[in-house]
């Protein structure tokens, strides 16, 4: 996302941007940010993991009434610790907005992820999360459990097997590790509290609505609310929008996720679910990541490849293989595994999924085909 050009002289307060960014109408009593702003409007780039990035505008008032919709969720709060950056939608709402509306300090941990944060002692505490954040939270159990509550907020993507854990071992009474559904176009639709399992429902926020295109089973995300953005191309905000996801609406304002419409496909006729694979590797190898990428295939129509980042010492493509078998059973094999130096990221930590090839250089060029897979397989 980049900064709005602006006659105004630079922030230099505005660690985000280092000074170039635009400052907020005076009206808002809001910090300067790296968003385009224009009026009572602000714009946010969608992070551009599965394609082109598009900016989606929203009101000062939708992102005000989203915020407290959310911190009416989240219980006491006397401080802030956010790993979100803040020139990004989720970090601007609550390591910005938030501290701005219920006035606590924040403390920025996204300016050195890598460091623990020192934080008051005595005061209920909102952290808010990334994916790559909870290892940090896990070095700060023994700080966080002399304070009075903490609150573990956490957007921008699946909760990991990192964020389980840590929630598993932080559990008691003053923990409360709450995860957000959302997009950018739509802002915040439903919380739930993050568990073991990962088919627990959602329940819708207030001002949302579920809307049903059929009377049961799966069905793909529409949504009405009054903070839906409008796309950079239209002049007017949407009633209703239909979001990349396929969900199971459950009674009481509840549903169940299901996964993302473009990460379900089929090879050979067979359904893949391409985010259940990734966990599933991950499972086995906890030292390494993966990516699958949905590819259109001469042959089958739709396929996918694997690439993988690993330490040395990490597992090597034929193990890879081998573990497809512990992991899919009948499923298809991807048409390939790509090793490859790092999988590149945006910075809310969403593999940048159209950039793998092109940006990472393999370690190896052996790409290995399905039919050469299976034959070790069966070996």
């Known amino acids: 996302m980049t900064c709005a050009t602006s006659s105004q002289p630079p922030n230099a307060s505005c660690v985000s941007c280092s000074g170039s960014c635009r400052i907020w109408p005076r009206s808002t009593g809001l910090r300067p940010m790296t968003a385009d702003t ?23 008032v939708q992102i005000r009434a989203e915020v407290a919709l ?29 501290p701005e509306l219920i006035d606590v300090p ?19 505490t909102l952290l808010v999360c990334l994916p790559s954040s909870w290892p940090i939270v896990r070095s ?8 009075p509550s903490v609150t573990a907020l956490h957007g921008t993507g699946p909760v990991t097997a990192a964020a389980r854990t840590t929630a598993e071992r932080l559990a008691s009474p003053r923990f409360h590790p709450v995860e957000i559904f959302g997009s950018t176009e739509t802002g915040a639709i439903a919380t739930r509290t993050i568990a073991a399992e990962d088919n627990q429902p959602w329940t819708l926020l207030p001002d949302v609505q579920l809307i049903t295109d059929r009377n049961d089973g799966p069905q793909p995300l529409h949504v009405r609310s009054p903070r839906l953005a409008r796309h950079e191309t239209t002049p007017h905000y949407p009633q209703a929008l239909h979001l990349d996801d396929l969900v199971e609406p459950l009674p009481h304002r509840r549903f169940r996720h299901l996964g993302r419409v473009s990460r379900l496909i089929k090879v050979n006729g067979v359904r893949c679910n391409l985010d259940q694979i990734e966990a599933s590797l991950h499972r086995l190898h906890s030292d390494s990541e993966f990516a699958c990428v949905a590819a259109t295939d001469e042959l089958r129509g739709e396929h996918y490849d694997l690439y993988y980042s690993s330490p040395p010492s990490g597992p090597g493509t034929r193990e890879i293989w081998s573990s497809f078998q512990q992991v899919l059973g009948s499923s298809p094999l991807p048409r390939r595994i790509h090793r490859v130096e790092t999988l590149r990221r945006s910075a809310t930590g969403k593999v940048l999924a159209d950039q793998l090839y092109e940006r990472n250089r393999p370690e190896t060029h052996r790409q290995e085909t399905t039919s050469r897979a299976r034959q070790r397989v069966r070996l």
């Open 38 to 60: 224009r009026g009572e409007e602000i714009a946010f780039a969608t992070s551009g993991s599965t394609g082109s990035p598009a900016r989606w505008w929203r009101t000062v």
């Open 70 to 98: 959310v911190a009416a969720e989240l219980g006491a709060v006397g401080q802030i610790v956010n790993f979100a950056p803040t020139g990004h939608l989720y970090g601007h709402l609550y390591g910005t907005v938030l």
């Open 106 to 124: 924040v403390h920025h941990g996204w300016r050195h992820p890598a460091a623990v944060p020192n934080i008051r002692t005595g005061t209920p």
């Open 140 to 147: 700060m159990a023994a700080m966080l459990a002399g304070l």
